[in-house]
């Protein structure tokens, strides 16, 4: 059997999920299930990271594929600030992720851990 994503590697992924998507994490969430969760062993995967209620729409597709584009964010946005900077707001990019770990959507809001 191959190596398996370690806690300290699905960590990562998780901070790195936590600062891609820091605008919806404020500090009075209080409900455990408006965060980004990490679960040992989901569906096959060595790691999963649930993020269900109110996160990001489709967050974990964006995650996977490297950027995310938030219409939300750039409608709300595009009454206070030009178009370009509306688009630029609206936009995240995926940090780096640790050496040799793959993750992959699993749903909208789930994204499962491997290791390559």
Not at 47 to 68: R, T
Not at 101 to 114: M, Q
Request: net charge negative.
């Amino acid at each position: 059997m191959g190596a398996t994503v370690t806690r300290q590697q699905a960590e990562a992924v998780l901070t790195a999920v936590r600062t891609m998507f820091a605008g919806y994490l404020g500090k009075d969430v209080t409900d455990p299930r408006d965060q980004p969760q990490l679960v040992r062993g989901y569906e096959g995967a060595d790691w999963g990271i649930l993020w269900e209620s109110n996160s990001p729409y489709e967050w974990a597709i964006g995650f996977a594929d490297g950027q995310h584009f938030d219409e939300e964010i750039y409608l709300t946005a595009q009454d206070f600030v030009p178009a370009a900077d509306a688009c630029r707001i609206a936009q995240h990019t995926t940090p780096t992720l640790p050496a040799g770990i793959r993750v992959e959507p699993y749903y909208s809001f789930t994204l499962c851990l491997y290791s390559d």
